[in-house]
T-cell receptor, first 115, second 112 residues
Framework: DAGITQSPRHKVTETGTPVTLRCHQTENHRYMYWYRQDPGHGLRLIHYSYGVKDTDKGEVSDGYSVSRSKTEDFLLTLESATSSQTSVYFC??????????????FGPGTRLTVL | QKEVEQNSGPLSVPEGAIASLNCTYSDRGSQSFFWYRQYSGKSPELIMFIYSNGDKEDGRFTAQLNKASQYVSLLIRDSQPSDSATYLCAVNPQAAGNKLTFGGGTRVLVKP
């Protein structure tokens, strides 16, 4: 998994509760991404980061916030979880170097169920 | 029209045969193209990327890119049961910076 861990790996929570998912990398890559994967929708970008404290929205950012205070950690927060946020969440990392083409490498995923 | 389109499958292939997967994209300025393999319950794994027209081979995998026709394909030669997975196509659109747009994936079943 290219030195990427996600925690927790599984979580069940109730509607209305806050939830924070953590992505940790040991590769010192500049770019980090949060995706959700749902049947029929594929992988969709929630938020991404292009450096410490530098983040931007993806295509499905409503209801989610992120923070990146250190290069190695990228946090995804659901302020008030809803059943529509039940999904599998993947973190990815990439680095843009001479000769690279933004290959993204994925963490193991977090399965979140909101009851 | 979706930005990146793939046939969802399943694509059923006999063991030893060639599996051919296609992906079309809408942004003509897209620069780089990726194929990921995803086993059920696992995370996507990068298997190929291509950025110039033509073919790129890596072991049993060949990626083919045709920018004029806006499609990229993946060939899996000598298909094995272990190749049974969902294959995701991803594209880096011109104005997207370092972001990728993913297709919905093609499920491949290799039958012994």
């Amino acid at each position: 998994d290219a030195g990427i861990t996600q925690s927790p790996r599984h979580k069940v929570t109730e509607t209305g509760t806050p939830v924070t998912l953590r992505c940790h990398q040991t590769e010192n890559h500049r770019y980090m991404y949060w995706y959700r994967q749902d049947p029929g929708h594929g992988l969709r970008l929630i938020h991404y980061s292009y450096g410490v404290k530098d983040t931007d929205k993806g295509e499905v950012s409503d209801g989610y916030s992120v923070s990146r205070s250190k290069t190695e950690d990228f946090l995804l927060t659901l302020e008030s979880a809803t059943s529509s946020q039940t999904s599998v969440y993947f973190c990815a990392i990439s680095e843009v170097l001479s000769g690279s083409y933004n290959e993204q490498f994925f963490g193991p995923g977090t399965r979140l169920t909101v009851l | 029209q979706k930005e990146v389109e793939q046939n969802s499958g399943p694509l059923s292939v006999p063991e030893g045969a060639i599996a051919s997967l296609n992906c079309t994209y809408s942004d003509r300025g897209s620069q780089s193209f990726f194929w990921y393999r995803q086993y059920s319950g696992k995370s996507p794994e990068l298997i190929m990327f291509i950025y110039s027209n033509g073919d790129k081979e890596d072991g049993r995998f060949t990626a083919q890119l045709n920018k004029a026709s806006q499609y990229v394909s993946l060939l899996i030669r000598d298909s094995q049961p272990s190749d049974s997975a969902t294959y995701l196509c991803a594209v880096n659109p011109q104005a997207a910076g370092n972001k990728l747009t993913f297709g919905g994936g093609t499920r491949v079943l290799v039958k012994p």
